[in-house]
């Protein structure tokens, strides 16, 4: 398998641009000093949030198929300079796993919801993966809340996503869970119970330091999508992109100043995306596969507090 081949894919993307509380992440599976589990009810769906720090507010919306603890080695720093507010997603985690309300606009509503519950006219969101295409939203739709934003190696579904090949030319990676994630049903049946190889499988083939995923992380969001309702309710965001697509159709440029993080395989794409969806935008590579938090915290937490900061 050509590994290169997994973020040039990525970032052509880019380019082209039930209720409870999981087990993994109880307050007494994810804990992390300093910070507080808290929920609140808005646009009618529960969410599962997790705060510490002072200073501005600093949202984190986390991607598939993980948790708010995606950003758990880097929270501590950010923390000395912002409010942190770590979200569990609609369907993810701790949050509630509604019927629908998968697309990002929807989803970026809700997000708009709780900082207003929070108390805050606005304030500066980061996010990654799935997290990422609702920041974007967040920011296109509530250009008055949003202070500054963050893109971490996704943007916003459009047109591009119609054109992604279910079979690549050899040597190519397949983003074959894009159309596994819309069968319905189907995956609920195979994965309840062995989520753990999909996710063993995604950061052997997708990360270029997998160790950086280590085993309380797996086993935490093995944990938190283990379930038929999580899987069902983490495949909603992808079957949700039809809507997402013509959604993003309506959105003019970002206002917000903007920063693209990309894997170093895929920062040219993602520097040559962001001029059409942003008007003031900065970019940097990490030296890192998809998951930038986990395998290189200090790095995005520097990015990030230089940027917000």
Do not use: C
Request: no cysteine; aromatic share 12%.
């Amino acid at each position: 398998m050509n590994r290169r081949g997994v973020f040039a894919l990525s970032a052509a993307l880019a380019a082209t641009a039930g209720t409870g509380i999981a087990a993994a992440d109880s307050e007494h599976e994810a804990e992390l000093p300093g910070f507080r589990h808290n929920y609140a009810r808005v646009n009618g769906v529960r969410l599962h949030y997790v705060t510490g720090g002072r200073g501005e507010p600093l949202v984190l919306l986390p991607g598939w198929p993980q948790t708010w603890w995606e950003f758990h080695r880097i929270m501590p720093a950010l923390a000395t300079r912002f409010r942190v507010i770590a979200v569990d997603l609609r369907g993810m985690g701790g949050s509630e796993k509604p019927q629908g309300g998968f697309d990002k606009k929807t989803m970026a509503t809700d997000i708009h919801e709780l900082v207003k519950k929070l108390g805050y006219a606005n304030v500066n969101v980061a996010g990654h993966d799935i997290g990422s295409q609702v920041a974007f939203s967040f920011a296109a739709n509530f250009p008055d809340a949003t202070r500054k934003v963050a893109l971490m190696d996704v943007l916003h579904p459009d047109e591009g996503y119609y054109h992604i090949p279910l079979l690549p030319p050899p040597g190519q990676f397949s983003l074959w869970w894009f159309a596994f994630n819309q069968v319905q049903t189907l995956p609920e049946q195979l994965l309840a119970g062995r989520f753990r190889f999909l996710l063993d499988w995604l950061f052997a083939n997708t990360a270029l330091n997998p160790d950086a995923l280590d085993e309380r992380s797996r086993s935490i969001y093995a944990r938190a999508y283990d379930t038929p309702e999580a899987i069902r309710a983490g495949n909603g965001w992808y079957k949700a992109f039809h809507q997402d697509i013509a959604d993003g159709k309506t959105y003019a440029k970002l206002t917000p100043p903007v920063l693209g993080l990309a894997s170093v395989l895929s920062h040219d794409q993602m520097a040559a995306a962001l001029p059409n969806v942003a008007t003031t935008f900065k970019t940097v590579a990490i030296n890192a596969g998809h998951w930038l938090a986990e395998e290189k915290p200090d790095d995005v937490a520097r990015e990030l507090t230089e940027f917000f900061g």
